[in-house]
């Protein structure tokens, strides 16, 4: 994909992003409450950049979804900046398995991709999305590049043959879960139900 065409991305994303954001105002009055309690020390306006940005990306990242068949390692160039790389080859190199944590921030999707044309063997849990056709997009999207998927839950045994296989297991982390299937961490000041699932892999 040319540079042309990553700016067009971009710049269609950054709209569909202030539309959600600045006219349906989607979860907006909702969204800048959560941020005034988790950031007290911000002022209006620097919260509002900040919500403002938010919406930004999410808008990227939904023109990003809609093209991700057609994402190459030339977009990922523009797009993302990789930071010792050097751990997670020897990680593997040393069939040792990963345990890779990640949360909802940025496009974490384009880290997906970036395994997949890597050929780095990923495996990540998730738990089905409704509505049900774009899970089956979801899967069959990565499944072609190699990225193959465990449910969310009952799936522990499955997850312990991973790593003793010497590949990679990805977590996203930062969604809060009903309190008899976690354990509580203090969040911003809150207290945020977690999972333990990857402390009991890696331990």
């Known amino acids: ?12 994303g950054k709209m569909v992003g202030w539309v ?8 907006r009055r909702e969204v800048l409450e959560t941020l005034r309690i988790s950031l007290p020390e911000k002022s209006p306006d ?13 808008g990227i990242n939904v023109v990003e ?15 993302m900046v990789v930071e010792n790389r050097e751990f997670a080859d020897e990680a593997l190199q ?29 495996h990540l849990i998730t738990k089905t999305i409704k509505p049900k056709w774009i899970h089956d997009k979801w899967v069959s999207t990565f499944n072609k590049l190699g990225i193959k998927f465990l449910p969310r839950r009952n799936s522990y045994r499955d ?19 009903k309190r008899n299937e976690g354990i509580f961490v203090d969040f911003f000041g809150r207290p945020a139900c977690t999972s333990p699932g990857l402390a009991f892999l890696s331990a």
């Open 1 to 12: 994909m040319s540079a042309k065409k990553y700016k067009i991305v971009q710049t269609a």
């Open 20 to 27: 959600l954001g600045s006219v349906i105002r989607y979860r």
């Open 46 to 58: 620097e919260l509002n950049v900040i919500l403002n940005g938010m919406y930004k990306n999410l």
């Open 65 to 79: 979804w809609m093209i991700l068949p057609r994402i190459d390692a030339d977009y990922l160039e523009n797009r």
């Open 94 to 122: 040393n069939k040792n398995g990963s345990i890779l944590l990640t949360a909802h921030t940025g496009n974490f999707l384009m880290m997906c991709i970036f395994a997949g044309l890597e050929k780095i063997p990923l």
């Open 159 to 177: 997850c312990r043959k991973v790593l003793k296989k010497g590949e990679a297991l990805g977590f996203i982390l930062d969604q809060n879960m």
